[in-house]
Structures are given as structure tokens and as C-alpha cells.
């Protein structure tokens, strides 16, 4: 249990359908990241959010839309989904944003975009 | 552009000792982490490593070379539980975190 906790832990969902991941952190933290896992390849970070601000959008499509209500809470609003979205989107917190400091991570959300 | 290289399978024996080797070119250079990650787990912390040299934590070790671009993540005394995905990841000038794609490492009896 690394204090970050995901839902739902799988995801099936057609290319017209609306859904949302859900993170939360329990760790008080004051940053969080959203990235998409594909198989074989790196970590791709889609989204930072310093005290509930977003800090970073790494050129993300809008079908893909993030949302923080509060410094424990964060979301991604998915829309209109490609097939090729289907990935491990994983949630990370981090004490603050700075790239020195370890990032604690979520167990993911295994998404499959039919 | 920006690079991080791992082998992307390792295959060792239980009990033994085996090297991950991670090389990056990057835009400068602010440190490098390891992370483990399990199968259908979440990615954990391992190391960080922002000098030149060796740190050892446990069965666990990682070296650092920055005028090489170099880095490896040392097990010892592997355990079947060991066997996962090794992530090293590098912060480059920027404060940006470029990732490897990682290497899967497979124990056998």
C-alpha cells in the first residue's frame, strides 16, 4: 500500500462512451501526475498538478481532460477515446513538483478503448 | 533529442547476481532514479543517485558515472521475488523526468 489509491483498477469502454479515472492520496502531498503506460515503452507524462493548479500539459489530446478538485483528489475525464489509448494510466503524488523527490504511484487503471 | 537505454529483458538464477545497465543522454543532468515495478503493480522507489559513485541499500545497490552517461542497478542474493520490472529514469536540465522503458527481469529456481 504506497498511499495512492486508484479507480476502477480496470476500464473497458467504447470509443463514444464518457468515463473518468479517480486518484486520491493520502499521503499530504502537495503534487500529482497522471501518466499513460504503454507495453515496452517509457512512462508518459501527461499531466502535473502543483496545489490543485495545473503546472504541465505534455501536449496531451483533448479527449483526455484533467481535473483537480482538491490537493488529494485528481481525475482524468476520458471522452471520445482512440483505440490506441488503451494503456496503464497510472496516478503519482510527490511532496512537491520537483523532479528530485521520489514520486509515489498508484496501482494503475488498466484501460482497453473497444 | 532525449534518451534513456535499458536491455529490455535479464533473465538470472536464484541466488545470484545480476547487473541492469542504464545509459541516458540527456539535456543536463539533475539525478537518476530506480523503480521497481511488479506486474500489474504500482512502480516503487528504489534509489536516487545525483553524484558519482555507488550507494547500497540492502541486497540492492545503484552506481552512478555522469561523465559516462552511466548508471546500474546491482541485486544480489536474488529472491524469486525480485522478478519485475527494473524503471530508471533521469532528471535532465529542465527538472524534466525522461523515462526508460524498463527492463523485465525473470528469476529462475
Known amino acids: 500500500e504506497t498511499g495512492v489509491t486508484q479507480t476502477p483498477r480496470h476500464l473497458v469502454m467504447g470509443m463514444t462512451n464518457k468515463k473518468s479515472l479517480k486518484c486520491e492520496q493520502h499521503?499530504?502531498?502537495?503534487?500529482m501526475y497522471w501518466y499513460k503506460q504503454s507495453a515496452k515503452k517509457p512512462l508518459e507524462l501527461m499531466f502535473v498538478y502543483s496545489l490543485e493548479e495545473r503546472v504541465e500539459n505534455n501536449s496531451v489530446p483533448s479527449r483526455f481532460s484533467p481535473e483537480c478538485p482538491n490537493s488529494s483528489h485528481l481525475f482524468l475525464h476520458l471522452h471520445t477515446l482512440q483505440p490506441e489509448d488503451s494503456a496503464l494510466y497510472l496516478c503519482?503524488?510527490?511532496?512537491?513538483?520537483?523532479?528530485?523527490?521520489?514520486?509515489?504511484f498508484g496501482p494503475g487503471t488498466r484501460l482497453t478503448v473497444l | 533529442g532525449q534518451n534513456i537505454d535499458q536491455p529490455t529483458e535479464m533473465t538470472a538464477t536464484e541466488g545470484a547476481i545480476v547487473q541492469i545497465n542504464c545509459t541516458y543522454q540527456?539535456?543536463?543532468?539533475?539525478?537518476l532514479f530506480w523503480y521497481q515495478q511488479h506486474a500489474g503493480e504500482a512502480p516503487t522507489f528504489l534509489s536516487y543517485?545525483?553524484l558519482d559513485g555507488l550507494e547500497e541499500k540492502g541486497r540492492f545497490s545503484s552506481f552512478l558515472s555522469r561523465s559516462k552517461g552511466y548508471s546500474y542497478l546491482l541485486l544480489k542474493e536474488l529472491q524469486m521475488k525480485d522478478s519485475a520490472s527494473y524503471l530508471c529514469?533521469?532528471?535532465?536540465?529542465?527538472?524534466?523526468?525522461?523515462w526508460g522503458a524498463g527492463t523485465k527481469l525473470i528469476i529462475k529456481p
Open positions: 499521503l499530504g502531498h502537495n503534487a
Open positions: 540527456t539535456s543536463g543532468f539533475n539525478g
Open positions: 543517485n545525483v
Open positions: 503519482a503524488s510527490s511532496q512537491d513538483p520537483g523532479t528530485k523527490i521520489e514520486q509515489f
Open positions: 529514469a533521469v532528471t535532465d536540465s529542465n527538472y524534466q523526468l525522461i
